[in-house]
């Protein structure tokens, strides 16, 4: 497959309820049998066969041993004034911190363990065996780099466990340091693959020289798979982060160098019917701090060992060949022009392709994803006033016909769904709402949102405790919407730029639809350079469920598409909501130059207050991670300045630019005034 043949994200039969026959329970086997003859079962893997015999040792020697890092110590100790001897040895004490010590007998340990955790928190763990198939022969052909989405510390060990059981090398991990420093716990991850990275580092040239090295090395010599999150963190919503760039770099240079002939990379998806961190996500959100990780907080955590999470399914995306993707993006003979052992900077061409492929790996792993029918439910309560799920109950009944709708329409869309064929609808539904009592519960015909009970206090709650404490159901709530919001996106950005301009004039709705994922590109994803198929994608899906007609000029709303669009703009409207919130806070006389750790408190008060006064309907603009998102993209679209000499994390507003960003984003200003070129800032 050429690059240039405009890249389908979805494979044929992708759509669709759940194909049980694809999907194959691995908790199955383990309730029948004993962990115990699990764990020490015959493992072999067929490996790489490029690769070298290496030890881990023999690997780490190789790294310190490199003309690269060579070449970087002497550079180094030129600019610092160190001795090129000091430097090798924090060298090496920097790659002990790092790197890992793959052990068969750790990852024995691990299957046991895992076995015993996995059969209490989940029902199933479904795995789909036709990519597991093709993952099982690409390994034998060239270096494999395992790209899974990251929304639980579930997913860390999970990939590890599966491709244990089917005889397949188990992966080496990129993993954040805290988990390094949890007693007997950052062994045993260490010894099960674990390479532990820094979270800060920096500008520091000889931790980014040696961890560059470390990766190109274990890539260059097909040492294990590598796993690592292109998103960089755990997202805390739910929904797709926009990816880190540094390991996606450095995992490919030994392809732009030419020092491997290709490299396979598997986009993996991760789907849980429950969120076993739940609670805890909400609450970060909330500005909350997480707790520290930790042994002991582990052990503190066995609670959720009783629990019900129902299923998790990994969805292992086809291997995909970095040598044809790039085919017509990158001219590697640049590459030609200096020693491969001194370090390069990429070319802008080599950066695109990079960040490029990343969003695109992100992409494949929101399509893999499989959507609960808790998911859908989760979008129709949101768009319930806050008083009807907290007082009066939203009518079952109501709820279950409208889910059946969404679900005909998810599935239009392209959505896969994890919905049982063989199972009663309403049984199917019930049981997802029990799943998630910790959230919602019935009764009497209704559905109301479970709000944490507080110990008795002497004080009555005052309204503002009140919000933060609704405000914990709601975003609960919220990032299980997010796991489905990607199937609707499009559609809904196209409904929201058809209400707000209201024009029917293809070419003004195009303009508005760019508008739209220019603002939002750091909340949800966009591939770089797609929006025009991004739009008629939008166009295609609007028309294939009856909604819209269209023809080279117009996008014609139908009468039959009122529901659909009501339902798209309502999806969207929260982001829109809480962004205009925290443009009205900027835009505000007192507000020229603030800091981060004002800004974020700031902006909670506003949004409690006009949620309090019945203003805002949405309690996601107290959410923090949608507070950053907006900073990110006012400094990317240059409304807002980080000041240099600032030790405060300062930034300076253009007011005027704020507020016309929030004009357009409400309609004021009409869309022929945006006839910007797409993808101008994309």
């Known amino acids: 497959m050429s690059a240039s043949s405009s890249f389908q994200y979805r494979d044929s039969g992708r759509a669709g309820l759940e194909d049980e026959e694809e999907f194959v329970d691995i908790l199955g086997e383990r309730r029948r049998s004993s962990d115990i003859s699990f764990s020490l079962r015959t493992f072999s893997p067929q490996p790489y066969r490029g690769a070298l015999s290496?030890?881990?040792?023999?690997?780490?020697?190789?790294?310190?041993?490199?003309?690269?890092?060579?070449?970087?110590?002497?550079?180094?100790?030129?600019?610092?004034?160190?001795?090129?001897?000091?430097?090798?040895?924090?060298?090496?004490?920097?790659?002990?911190?790092?790197s890992q010590n793959l052990q068969l007998g750790f990852i024995r340990l691990m299957a046991y363990v895992l076995s015993k955790v996995f059969k209490r928190l989940f029902s199933s763990v479904l795995v789909n065996m036709e990519g597991l198939n093709a993952l099982q022969q690409a390994v034998q052909e060239s270096p494999v780099i395992l790209m899974p989405n990251?929304?639980?510390?579930?997913?860390?060990?999970?990939?590890?466990?599966?491709?244990?059981?089917?005889?397949?090398?188990?992966?080496?991990?990129?993993?954040?340091?805290?988990?390094?420093?949890?007693k007997l716990v950052g062994e045993i991850l260490r010894r099960s693959g674990a390479f532990f990275i820094r979270r800060a580092i920096g500008s520091d040239k000889l931790y980014w020289a040696v961890l560059s090295e470390y990766v190109k090395t274990i890539v260059r010599r097909g040492f294990a798979p590598m796993e690592f999150y292109v998103e960089g963190l755990r997202s805390r919503t739910l929904k797709s982060l926009t990816p880190k760039l540094g390991m996606m770099h450095m995992v490919l240079e030994p392809y732009f160098k030419g020092e491997v002939y290709d490299i396979t990379l598997v986009p993996i998806s991760i789907s849980y019917d429950r969120v076993l961190e739940e609670s805890l996500l909400a609450h970060e959100l909330l500005g909350i701090p997480k707790p520290k990780e930790s042994t002991t907080g582990l052990l503190k955590a066995s609670k959720v060992l009783q629990e019900d999470y129902g299923s998790m399914h990994v969805n292992f995306g086809r291997p995909l060949s970095v040598r044809q993707l790039c085919e017509g993006r990158i001219n590697r003979s640049q590459y030609?022009?200096?020693?491969?052992?001194?370090?390069?900077?990429?070319?802008?061409?080599?950066?695109?392709?990079?960040?490029w492929l990343a969003h695109l790996m992100v992409r494949i792993q929101e399509e893999g994803s499989l959507i609960s029918p808790w998911s859908l439910m989760a979008c129709l309560l949101l768009q319930a006033p806050a008083t009807v799920l907290s007082e009066e109950g939203l009518l079952w009944h109501q709820l279950t016909e409208k889910t059946l709708w969404l679900r005909k329409l998810?599935?239009?869309?392209?959505?896969?769904?994890?919905?049982?064929?063989?199972?009663?609808?309403?049984?199917?539904?019930?049981?997802?709402?029990?799943?998630?009592?910790?959230?919602?519960?019935?009764?009497?015909?209704?559905?109301?949102?479970?709000?944490e009970d507080e110990p008795?206090?002497?004080?009555?709650?005052?309204?503002?405790?009140?919000?933060?404490?609704?405000?914990?159901?709601?975003?609960?709530?919220?990032?299980y919407r997010n796991q489905s919001v990607h199937v609707f996106l499009r559609p809904a950005m196209l409904a929201a730029a058809v209400r707000i301009t209201k024009s029917t004039q293809r070419d003004e709705l195009f303009a508005f639809f760019c508008f739209l994922q220019d603002v939002f590109s750091n909340e949800f994803l966009f591939?770089?350079?797609?929006?025009?198929?991004?739009?008629?994608?939008?166009?295609?899906?609007?028309?294939?469920?009856?909604?819209?007609?269209?023809?080279?000029?117009?996008?014609?709303?139908?009468?039959?598409?009122?529901?659909?669009?009501?339902?798209?703009?309502?999806?969207?409207?929260?982001?829109?909501?809480?962004?205009?919130?925290?443009?009205?806070y900027l835009c505000e006389e007192a507000v020229h130059v603030f800091s981060e750790k004002e800004f974020q408190p700031a902006v909670r008060n506003l949004a409690t207050n006009l949620i309090l006064s019945g203003e805002l309907h949405t309690y996601e603009a107290l959410s923090s991670d949608m507070q950053k998102n907006v900073l990110s993209a006012l400094r990317r679209l240059e409304t807002v300045t980080k000041l240099r000499a600032s030790e405060q994390n300062e930034h300076k507003v253009d007011k005027a630019?704020?507020?016309?960003?929030?004009?357009?984003?409400?309609?004021?200003?009409p869309p022929q005034m945006l006839q910007t070129p797409p993808d101008a800032r994309l």
């Open 336 to 355: 030609n022009l200096i020693p491969r052992d001194l370090p390069q900077k990429p070319s802008e061409e080599a950066q695109a392709c990079v960040s």
């Open 657 to 669: 630019a704020v507020r016309r960003i929030g004009d357009v984003l409400s309609g004021k200003i």
């Open 527 to 584: 591939i770089p350079g797609k929006s025009s198929q991004d739009f008629e994608e939008a166009c295609f899906l609007l028309k294939k469920c009856g909604a819209v007609h269209v023809s080279q000029q117009e996008v014609t709303v139908s009468d039959a598409g009122l529901e659909v669009l009501s339902f798209l703009q309502a999806l969207l409207q929260p982001f829109i909501d809480s962004y205009q919130v925290m443009f009205r």
């Open 54 to 98: 290496c030890s881990t040792a023999d690997l780490n020697n190789a790294v310190l041993e490199s003309q690269y890092l060579r070449y970087m110590t002497k550079e180094i100790a030129m600019e610092t004034g160190s001795s090129v001897e000091e430097l090798r040895e924090d060298a090496q004490g920097i790659l002990e911190e790092m």
């Open 410 to 451: 998810a599935l239009d869309f392209g959505a896969r769904l994890n919905w049982p064929g063989h199972v009663p609808d309403l049984d199917v539904m019930s049981s997802n709402m029990a799943i998630h009592r910790s959230v919602v519960h019935r009764k009497a015909g209704r559905v109301f949102l479970v709000q």
């Open 150 to 182: 990251h929304r639980s510390y579930v997913d860390f060990l999970a990939i590890s466990y599966i491709l244990f059981s089917y005889d397949i090398p188990v992966p080496v991990i990129a993993a954040g340091i805290p988990l390094a420093g949890m």
């Open 456 to 479: 008795a206090r002497k004080r009555p709650v005052s309204p503002e405790e009140g919000v933060a404490k609704m405000a914990a159901a709601m975003l609960m709530l919220a990032s």
